[in-house]
């Protein structure tokens, strides 16, 4: 499903919820981490399966949501539109696909919805062109034969994602431009079944055994001989830049928004996120000049600017010293009249 812009409201995405709750659970980009307000993660009916028991909430990614959102945790507050296709895609359990050009910041709103709204960490998986779904549920590399054959089997992120969990786990499905044409209705598939099944477990002794995840040290209990399934389906945050269309059954059962290139006070926000101590008017000249250079030849990806601001701290110059950063800024961007 696509929502338009100028008829959806935040508050219409809340209307499901039981009275009395909170609406402490919606994104609203504030880069802040949750609050204790109850939340009613519960999923429409056509979309609730029959896992349990929960997996309590995962670990928060640590130094990984740091190097992706900074100390200060920059969440885009300034975009009410795309809050709201986030909003809905919690609520309806439905997949979002986030378009846009590269080095917008698609992957990286993954790890700001889930910082804020405490969903643990994220689950990131890169397919490429020969990547299955069945490689995002699990592994299997037989062992020997005195070896238990559970210790064969590995959940991947998708697999991971799947089990059952008391919040959504948020799995990143970046780059979907890459996929084989078949993949999205594979992943369709699975995602109307609510989970998947492991054959090489069949045979063995019917009481649950510790499955290793994709969740670094972090095992599950899966009983062979049954389904992995959740019991509300994860939030799978799909990333593209629109080289290719995906199949129609496919978004259909999909929300879609599109991530614009930021604006000058949104970059500022990134660098001073990232970069507390660099003073406000250094930080306000560099993005102009990044500006200046992208309005020459084209949006070059918020890493980009990153970049310049570390290599003019390293070299020294975040001083003032404004007029010595034409051949560090020259190097790294594009732009070749930054020389200057």
Same mark, same amino acid.
């Given at each position: 499903m696509t929502?338009?812009?100028?008829t959806t409201?935040a @508050?219409?995405l809340?209307?499901g919820?039981?009275?009395g709750?909170?609406d402490?659970?919606?994104y609203?980009g504030?880069?802040r981490?949750p609050?204790? !307000?109850?939340r009613?993660?519960?999923?429409?009916?056509?979309?609730r399966?029959? !896992?349990? &028991?929960d997996?309590?909430?995962a670990p928060? !990614?640590?130094?990984?949501?740091?190097?992706? /959102?900074?100390?200060a945790?920059?969440g885009w507050?300034d975009?009410p539109?795309?809050?709201d296709r986030?909003?809905a895609a +919690?609520?309806?359990?439905s997949? /979002?696909?986030v378009t846009?050009p590269? @080095?917008?910041?698609k992957?990286?709103?993954a790890y700001a +919805?889930a910082?804020e709204? @405490?969903?643990?960490?994220?689950l990131?998986?890169?397919?490429g062109?020969?990547s299955?779904?069945?490689?995002?549920?699990?592994t299997?590399?037989?062992t020997?034969g005195s070896e238990?054959?559970d210790?064969a089997?590995?959940?991947g992120?998708?697999?991971?994602a799947?089990l &059952?969990?008391?919040?959504p786990r948020?799995?990143l499905l970046?780059?979907?431009?890459r996929v084989?044409? *078949?993949?999205?209705?594979?992943l369709r598939a699975?995602?109307r079944?609510g989970?998947?099944? +492991?054959p090489e477990? *069949?045979?063995?002794p019917?009481s649950?055994?510790? %499955?290793?995840?994709?969740?670094?040290g972090?095992?599950?209990?899966?009983? &062979?001989?049954?389904?992995?399934?959740?019991?509300?389906?994860?939030?799978i945050?799909?990333t593209s830049? !629109?080289?290719?269309?995906?199949p $129609?059954a496919f978004?259909?059962d999909?929300?879609?928004v599109?991530?614009?290139e &930021?604006?000058a006070?949104?970059?500022?926000s990134?660098v001073?996120?990232?970069?507390?101590e660099v003073?406000?008017?250094? +930080?306000?000249e560099l993005? @102009?000049?990044?500006?200046?250079s992208?309005?020459r030849?084209?949006f070059?990806?918020i890493?980009?600017?990153?970049?310049?601001?570390?290599? /003019?701290?390293?070299?020294g110059?975040?001083?003032?010293?404004?007029?010595?950063w034409g051949r560090? %800024?020259?190097?790294?961007w594009s732009d070749?009249s930054e020389? $200057?």
């Open positions: 929502f338009d812009e100028s409201e @508050g219409d809340s209307a919820h039981s009275p709750m909170s402490s659970w919606c609203a504030t880069g981490g609050d204790a !307000g109850p009613d993660w519960s999923p429409p009916p056509h979309r399966f029959t !896992g349990g &028991p997996l309590e909430v928060p !990614g640590g130094p990984e949501v740091a190097r992706r /959102l900074g100390d945790r920059f507050p975009r539109h795309v809050h986030i909003n +919690i609520v309806a359990g997949p /979002l696909i846009g590269p @080095g917008v910041g992957s990286t709103l +919805i910082a709204l @405490g969903l643990g960490r994220v990131p998986w890169t397919p062109p020969g299955t779904v069945a490689d995002g549920l699990y299997y590399r037989p020997s238990p054959v210790s089997v590995r959940l992120p998708l697999g991971t799947l &059952p969990n008391r919040v948020v799995l970046d780059g979907v431009d084989a044409f *078949d993949f999205p209705h594979a699975v995602l079944e989970g998947f099944d +492991i477990l *069949d045979h063995a019917r649950p055994v510790a %499955l290793r995840t994709a969740d670094p972090r095992d599950a209990f899966v009983t &062979p001989g049954v389904a992995v399934r959740c019991h509300a389906l994860p939030l945050v799909l830049v !629109g080289d290719r269309d995906l $129609a978004r259909n999909c929300v879609e599109r991530l614009t &930021p604006s006070d949104e970059l500022r990134v001073s996120a990232h970069f507390p003073p406000v008017p250094v +930080i306000t993005v @102009g000049r990044f500006e200046k992208n309005a030849g084209g070059q990806g890493g980009k600017l990153l970049d310049a601001v570390h290599a /003019l701290r390293v070299r110059l975040l001083d003032g010293a404004t007029g010595q560090v %800024l020259s190097s790294l070749a020389r $200057a």
